[in-house]
């Protein structure tokens, strides 16, 4: 079974400033790791996905991350933040076609 | 727009009575995805169906129950509510293949009084 683990439910930040969200994953077989971004009363928006190949991945709206696998983690990365951002962001994995595993999310707070 | 829709997107209702969630996937899609979200437990894997049957199983009560029908839209039943199945059930889909994208609906907020 697979499990994911965010370590921060809240990260607050100032706009125009870099944020990292970190999540770390468990699994006994190779995995697929994904981060979602949930923006308020809305559904789950896929912002990016590892699959295989490099390990440096970029998504959507300049965002990106970096799996580990001897850390076994993806953290989740943008060098510069807008309000815009301000959301839940959730980090999940998959052991091919199982569903996907959630994190408990992280609360990304964008300060003016 | 993800492609998925769910209908109701607000439902209110009484502890002990029955309702049933509506989930429309994106079109071709033949996996169906039910997920709850509450502020405690985060995002639950409830059940998944692939073409009608059952693929996998979550964290699902006994009171609860879902299925897949021939134009692969599924229902989510949810009976004997209580006071704790507050929350927001999403749904998504995926296509074929070993691993492909799972696209979620805008979610039904359930709430139980």
């Known amino acids: 079974a697979q499990s994911v683990t965010q370590l921060d439910s809240q990260v607050p930040v100032f706009e125009e400033a870099p944020v990292e969200l970190r999540c770390n994953y468990s699994?006994?077989?190779?995995?697929?790791l994904f981060w979602y971004v949930q923006y308020p009363n809305q559904g789950l928006q896929l912002l990016l996905k590892y699959l295989s190949g490099s390990t440096l991945v970029k998504g959507i709206n300049g965002f990106e991350a970096e799996f580990n696998k001897s850390q076994t983690s993806f953290h989740l990365r943008k060098p510069s933040v807008h309000i815009s951002d301000t959301a839940e962001y959730f980090c999940a994995v998959s052991a091919g076609n199982t569903p996907l595993v959630f994190g408990k999310g992280t609360r990304l707070s964008v300060i003016a | 727009d993800s492609g998925v829709t769910q209908t109701p997107k607000h439902l209110i209702t009484a502890t002990g009575q029955r309702v049933t969630l509506r989930c429309s996937p994106r079109s071709g899609d033949l996996s169906v995805y039910w997920y709850q979200q509450s502020l405690d437990q985060g995002l639950q894997f409830l059940i998944q169906y692939y073409n009608g049957e059952e693929r996998a199983k979550g964290n699902i009560l006994e009171r609860f129950s879902a299925q897949q029908f021939p134009d692969l839209h599924s229902e989510l039943n949810l009976s004997s509510l209580e006071l704790g199945d507050s929350a927001l059930y999403f749904c998504a889909s995926s296509g074929v293949g070993v691993y492909t994208e799972a696209f979620f609906g805008q979610g039904t907020r359930l709430t139980v009084v």
């Open positions: 699994s006994s077989v190779s995995v697929y």
